[in-house]
């Protein structure tokens, strides 16, 4: 994935593709809101154990890390 947004925001020109960016703004904003709906409808049980907490945390740290490096290509 890392490979991907590297690629996408290795362009050559004034200014570079925001497609990136975009991309991975997307999914971390549709994880958030996904995330938000499970947890209030299932509130007194999420998460169930302390590995699916762990993963979620995983997940939400690579999507941020994903949207702030590229921010920081695209310019």
Same mark, same amino acid.
């Given at each position: 994935?890392?490979?991907?947004?590297?690629?996408?925001?290795?362009?050559?020109?004034?200014?570079?593709?925001?497609?990136?960016?975009? =991309?991975?703004?997307?999914?971390?904003?549709?994880?958030?809101?996904?995330?938000?709906? =499970?947890?209030?409808?299932?509130?007194?049980?999420?998460?169930?154990?302390?590995?699916?907490?762990?993963?979620?945390?995983? =997940?939400?740290?690579?999507?941020?890390?994903?949207?702030?490096?590229?921010?920081?290509?695209?310019?």
């Amino acid at each position: 994935m890392l490979a991907t947004l590297v690629t996408l925001a290795a362009t050559e020109g004034e200014e570079p593709s925001k497609t990136a960016f975009f =991309i991975a703004g997307g999914a971390l904003a549709a994880f958030a809101v996904i995330i938000a709906a =499970i947890g209030i409808r299932l509130h007194r049980t999420f998460p169930p154990s302390r590995g699916v907490a762990g993963g979620v945390i995983a =997940i939400a740290a690579v999507l941020v890390a994903a949207t702030m490096l590229s921010a920081v290509l695209t310019g």
